[in-house]
């Protein structure tokens, strides 16, 4: 059974930088693509980030491009998203989720999603 675990996240002043990590189990995902959505209360969840497995190919949204890396770490199964100059407009649930193929930015391609982590960014 494939899951997805998240760890990171927390409390940050408006400037500063925090990651979340996802680390994947269950299977092999070489021919897999991992995407970052997140949720802010009221808001529909958006993709912002996304990256596949073997390749490293990664794609972002506008409004996190130039602040935001995903990174993955092919040893240890695990994902990273770093994210500096955050901004409190970035405060929401950020969710790792999992999906054959390359990356979408659509949330209903992806089948498997992690328990989600909160980022709160204050001003």
């Known amino acids: 059974q494939v899951q997805l675990v998240e760890s990171g996240g927390g409390s940050v002043q408006a400037g500063g930088s925090l990651r979340v990590s996802c680390a994947a189990s269950?299977?092999?995902?070489?021919?897999?693509?991992m995407g970052w959505f997140r949720q802010a209360p009221g808001k529909e969840r958006e993709f912002i980030a996304g990256?596949?497995?073997?390749?490293?190919?990664?794609s972002y949204a506008d409004s996190v491009k130039g602040r935001f890396t995903i990174s993955i770490d092919n040893a240890k199964n695990t994902v990273y998203l770093q994210m500096n100059s955050l901004k409190p407009e970035d405060t929401a649930v950020y969710s790792c989720a999992l999906r054959p193929g390359g990356v979408l930015s659509s949330r209903y391609a992806y089948s498997v999603w992690g328990q989600g982590a909160q980022v709160t960014v204050s001003s």
């Open positions: 269950g299977r092999t995902f070489r021919n897999y693509a």
């Open positions: 990256i596949t497995w073997s390749a490293g190919s990664t």
